[in-house]
């Protein structure tokens, strides 16, 4: 079935360093892919996505590019900050029975010291 | 916008017991609310498919009879814990479907069965 797989953490982080959290994914079809980012004491929220191959998601200083032929989605921050500090989820979205269901990696937890 | 809430955040219980989860869209109605289970260090496991007004969908290996879902209003699904032992405890998160069609995701509720 599908499923994404994600680097396991902790990643613990300088402030300013370049951050990569690597994410591959196994698919039937074309599904969109996602990052989701849960700070402490909150929700998953959205971080940003992409709906096809060679599209580029980016929010908040965060990018990350659906590669097709890798099947990957790695997310990636050119200068990180302490802020930044939550735990990072990479999904794929399949339409199944009608709805859009959401299959998750385990997550990685990221720490940015000052 | 677009936040969702659940109720309570943290619930003990004893085993053979039952606890009700409420999942409420605040801000927006949702037509669909998905809820999902969250092991240590494992990614989110959808185990439902709240639709309001019929029948939840349920995941393969989720036992409707134990984890009973409602979703009586456009802003409201609950999720109960029939009989509940210690294999349940976990952290159960709620999803509401919101316009275009993004999951907008509750806090969390960590249940701890004694």
């Known amino acids: 079935g599908d499923s994404v797989t994600q680097m396991e953490g902790p990643v613990t982080l300088s402030e300013e360093a370049f951050l990569t959290i690597n994410c591959t994914y196994t698919a039937t079809g074309y599904p969109s892919l996602f990052w989701y980012v849960q700070y402490p004491g909150e929700g998953l929220q959205l971080l940003l996505k992409?709906?096809?191959?060679?599209d580029k998601g980016s929010n908040k200083g965060f990018e990350a590019t659906y590669r097709k032929e890798t099947t990957s989605f790695h997310l990636e921050k050119g200068s990180v900050q302490v802020s930044d500090s939550a735990v990072y989820f990479c999904a794929l979205s399949k339409t199944q029975g009608g709805s859009e269901k959401l299959v998750f990696g385990k997550g990685t937890k990221l720490t940015v010291n000052p | 916008g677009a936040v969702v809430s659940q109720h309570p955040s943290r619930v003990i219980c004893k085993s053979g017991t039952s606890v009700k989860i409420e999942c409420r869209s605040l801000?927006?109605?949702?037509?669909?609310m998905f809820w999902y289970r969250q092991f240590p260090k494992q990614s989110l496991m959808l185990m439902a498919t709240s639709n309001e007004g019929s029948k939840a969908t349920y995941e393969q290996g989720v036992e409707k009879d134990k984890f009973l879902i409602n979703h009586a209003s456009l802003t409201l699904s609950t999720l109960t814990v029939t009989s509940a032992h210690p294999e349940d405890s976990s952290f159960y998160i709620c999803?509401?479907?919101?316009?275009?069609?993004?999951?907008?995701f509750g806090p969390g509720t960590r249940l701890t069965v004694t």
């Open positions: 992409a709906t096809k191959a060679d």
């Open positions: 801000d927006f109605q949702a037509t669909t």
């Open positions: 999803s509401a479907m919101g316009s275009p069609y993004e999951q907008y």
